[in-house]
């Protein structure tokens, strides 16, 4: 597996994570067995491509990163499934903006999107765009990565009226500086290119050349390339895989009316985004019949977050400038009354007096934009955008913080179009103010509820948000009135019991420095006082630090409302106390600490001192040069898998230099993920490997032939041998100190709203006890759900959750070789937390191990905390457990 930078954020990692588990898959079952294996829905096969061809999509909603994903994906398929490392990539984009945006990107050496392609490749790779595709030597085309961005108009032979298409064409014309790339071909390779008319020959065309090196196709913003011409002209190229990145997919598959639907192998979700703070929600709605009230709402709010940008920059230096987005109504001969771009602009700066460089017009003959090099910059005076149906192709600025709509009515298109402009999170990361962590929509209408509607559709058809998220996007506007920065802000009078002055005190010093200095207590009069807004991170982390002392929680929720000047309502108050659980911890030389994997493995681990005498027995030569799947089709003919057909084709266009052991050493080792072994120790092991295989009768070039095979069969060993060092270990640990491990309020988790990222929102109906919102990864039917109905309707339980795997903010044990997450965690009505993991009767033997951890953890909590793994519906066992 290819390794994934931790700069990614957690939803795209788990995202290209599927995406590499697909593509492995899909080497030994197809893509079709594959697909359903990852998503149990049926696969549709892409039209007019050879039948195979890998054709996923990754669903991502506006302001989720698709392009650096898209860059590591390249990587990934390279090695799960092309097995090449120099593949040729098509990476079709929507527009020429979007194209020179990605271009530059990819190749300028500071960005983040090289980056990902530098971690895959080193530097043996190049970037083109496609007129320097139609000049590519032939040393470039072999001897590394190649990636070809353009726009799929610009490789059509004809347009969508059947009427040729001179730019397109010059992808299939006979270009004589292509010409190396044709020599010594076989008579095989030779039969499928298309032929110089009435000739043998065949094309020296870009067409061909891509045809040759069966390249991965890359489709961005896939939703505008559906159509069956689209699709034809992927078929020209013979392309391995096609992966779609898309915030709106295709969803119906109606063939007969132009529409094929996406195989949607993983979708992102809006929680997800907010988690990872991509994007600032929710929406603060303000809707008003009069437009001049209207447009001056929305110049009050850019002001207020101005100066909260002012005050957010002389705390931590980072410069924000929140800018509206105007969209006007466009111009008719019929009705001077309209509201066009002429009219916002005349009013801003007439009647509101505000300064003509702080206005920028970009629609019909005004296109502002494409004269700011860059509207980040603090020298950029604008502050007001106008518009009509969208904005520049490509822009982005983070800066956009307010949607001012004057338009007749609120479409898809236009929430596609501009608000999701407004929804990205400068710099991706929340602020200190809450009133910069959201985005603001002022609309010209008489019924706050159909804007409010109007607004949720748009963000499910346009911007790709699942509709059960899109109904707890949009809010009412709230009051914007922004606390000073040196403003204090006292709490309620902490209860006599709540804890000693020094307990209090403990609890402050055990916070971050950032927060710590923030936050004093007055022993006299028995309050807390906090400088400044308190974020919501900073009120988890108070929440966390005084999770042992009593009676405290309400006056931090209080003391977080008042700095930020929000009104809580008396439910949240009296009825909604922090969702608190401690973690396992393990004490090691006096030290309370988080138990993980370091405390039962030293690292790193020497693998170079393990025997490889098993890989003799493992790794077997193919029967046939043509590896892998090999069937008898309906006529007796011999038929190879598509995967195997593909890494054969590629292999006989790619000429290799000779193989040595070193070499092949490194080279196997540069594509097995190991943090917990160094690389000298990994490549002892690999060379003692192959000398094992040379003993029993293997040559180096038939090993390096079968390379692939050989660093699948070493990863695999190497896994069995990390396996079974993991759990010897880790019993080890338990049989000699289990005294050391205890629960700690501080080694815990806190479950909040902002930070609950399910990937899957419960679309069945709601609960009454689930402590957020949405509810993450449910089905709506079956054991599972029948368990979490039967917690939902415990009298005992006052809250709970549905846990969520492989999130940060979760709640986990460690197991020897990952983390157990739980299904679920509740909070019982007499304080006492409850983890529950369900198991069908079929799985239950298997999981003693999760067993062991969770009575642990409850048995070191001393009576706080509950486990138990309902089996068969057996769900009596809560009972007895809660007591």
């Not at 010209?444 to 790709?464: I, K, M, Y």
Request: charged share 25%; with cysteine; net charge negative.
């Amino acid at each position: 597996m290819v390794a994934i930078n931790n700069d990614l954020k957690e939803y795209q990692k788990l995202a290209l994570g599927r995406f590499n588990e697909f593509l492995r898959s899909a080497v030994d079952d197809g893509a079709d067995v594959a697909f359903y294996k990852a998503t149990k829905f049926p696969y549709q096969q892409a039209p007019a491509v050879e039948e195979g061809t890998p054709f996923v999509c990754l669903r991502v909603p506006t302001g989720g990163g698709k392009t650096l994903m898209a860059a590591y994906s390249i990587g990934i398929a390279s090695r799960d499934y092309l097995q090449a490392s120099n593949p040729m990539v098509l990476w079709l984009v929507p527009s020429t903006a979007i194209l020179d945006q990605t271009v530059a990107a990819l190749k300028d050496e500071g960005h983040h999107y090289r980056a990902a392609l530098l971690q895959s490749f080193n530097r043996n790779f190049s970037v083109m765009t496609k007129a320097e595709a139609l000049a590519m030597s032939k040393a470039d085309a072999t001897g590394g990565a190649v990636v070809i961005v353009s726009t799929i108009q610009s490789f059509r032979r004809e347009d969508d009226s059947g009427n040729e298409n001179p730019e397109g064409l010059k992808v299939y014309e006979d270009a004589g500086v292509l010409m190396d790339h044709f020599a010594n071909l076989t008579e095989e390779q030779i039969a499928t290119l298309d032929k110089i008319e009435g000739g043998s020959r065949p094309i020296y065309s870009l067409a061909n050349l891509l045809k040759l090196h069966r390249p991965l196709v890359i489709v961005d913003e896939a939703h505008n390339s559906r159509t069956d011409l689209s699709f034809r002209t992927l078929a020209r190229f013979n392309p391995s895989i096609i992966l779609e990145l898309t915030a709106t997919p295709q969803i119906e598959h109606r063939p007969e009316r132009d529409k094929y639907a996406s195989n949607i192998l993983y979708s992102v979700s809006a929680a997800e985004l907010k988690a990872e703070q991509m994007i600032k929600m929710p929406i603060r709605l303000t809707t008003d019949a009069d437009w001049v009230k209207t447009i001056g709402g929305a110049l009050d709010c850019q002001k207020a977050l101005e100066e909260a940008a002012k005050a957010e920059l002389a705390e931590t230096g980072e410069y924000i400038r929140p800018i509206i987005l105007f969209q006007a109504q466009s111009a008719s001969k019929d009705d001077p009354t309209r509201l066009t771009w002429e009219k916002i602009e005349a009013h801003l700066r007439d009647d509101q007096r505000i300064p003509k460089e702080q206005i920028a017009v970009h629609t019909g003959p005004r296109k502002d934009l494409d004269d700011i090099p860059d509207i980040r910059s603090d020298k950029c005076p604008v502050r007001y955008i106008i518009t009509v149906s969208k904005l520049k192709e490509g822009w982005d600025c983070p800066f956009a913080y307010v949607l001012c709509s004057v338009a007749d009515q609120v479409s898809a298109t236009a929430v596609e179009q501009i608000l999701g402009r407004v929804l990205r999170m400068p710099k991706a990361q929340r602020k200190r103010r809450d009133a910069l962590n959201q985005s603001y929509a002022f609309i010209v209408s008489r019924n706050f509820d159909a804007t409010a509607q109007q607004l949720r559709d748009g963000l499910v058809e346009g911007a790709g948000f699942n509709p059960m998220e899109a109904a707890q996007i949009i809010a009412p506007q709230q009051n914007l009135k922004l606390a000073e920065t040196q403003a204090s802000y006292r709490s309620d009078t902490l209860p006599v019991e709540a804890a000693a002055p020094e307990v209090i005190v403990a609890a402050i010093d055990r916070l971050p420095p950032s927060v710590r200095t923030r936050l004093s207590f007055d022993t006299e009069t028995r309050t807390l006082t906090y400088k400044g807004p308190m974020t919501r991170d900073n009120r988890n982390l108070i929440h966390l630090a005084f999770a042992a002392v009593p009676k405290v929680a309400k006056t931090i929720d209080r003391l977080y409302a008042k700095s930020n000047q929000f009104q809580i309502s008396a439910p949240d108050e009296d009825d909604k106390p922090p969702f608190v659980v401690p973690l396992l911890g393990f004490r090691k030389q006096g030290e309370l600490q988080l138990f993980s994997q370091e405390h039962f493995l030293d690292l790193p681990w020497r693998l170079d001192q393990c025997d490889p005498a098993a890989i003799v027995e493992r790794f077997r030569l193919p029967d046939t040069a043509r590896t892998g799947e090999i069937d008898v089709g309906a006529k007796g003919v011999i038929e190879i898998g598509f995967p195997k057909k593909v890494q054969g084709d590629l292999a006989g266009v790619i000429q290799e230099p000779a193989w040595n052991l070193p070499r092949l050493a490194n080279w196997i080792d540069s594509g097995i993920v190991h943090p917990d072994i160094t690389k000298p120790s990994a490549v002892v092991f690999i060379t003692k490997a192959i000398e094992a295989l040379i003993a029993a009768g293997h040559d180096i070039p038939v090993l390096a032939r079968n390379k692939y095979d050989l660093r699948k069969a070493i990863g695999t060993l190497i896994n069995e041998l990390r396996a079974d060092r993991e759990v010897g270990q880790y019993n080890a640990l338990f049989a000699a100190n289990a005294a050391d491990f205890a629960v700690s309020a501080d080694l815990s988790i806190i479950f909040d709203e902002q930070t609950y990222a399910p990937n899957q929102p419960f679309a069945g109906r709601p609960f009454a006890k689930h402590y957020t919102p949405l509810v993450g990864d449910l089905a709506s039917t079956g054991e599972e759900f029948d368990c979490a109905l039967y917690i939902d309707r415990h009298p005992k339980v006052r809250y709970w959750i549905r846990n969520i795997e492989r999130k940060k903010s979760s709640f986990w044990l460690q197991l020897p070789h990952n983390k157990f997450y739980p299904d679920f965690v509740a909070m019982l009505t007499d304080g006492r937390i409850l983890v529950v993991e369900y198991k069908g009767a079929h799985l239950y033997e298997g999981e003693a191990v999760k067993r062991q951890i969770g009575a642990v953890w409850a048995e070191a909590s001393g009576g706080k905390c509950l486990f138990c793994m309902p089996t068969n519906r057996g769900f009596d066992l809560i009972d007895r457990t809660i007591g």
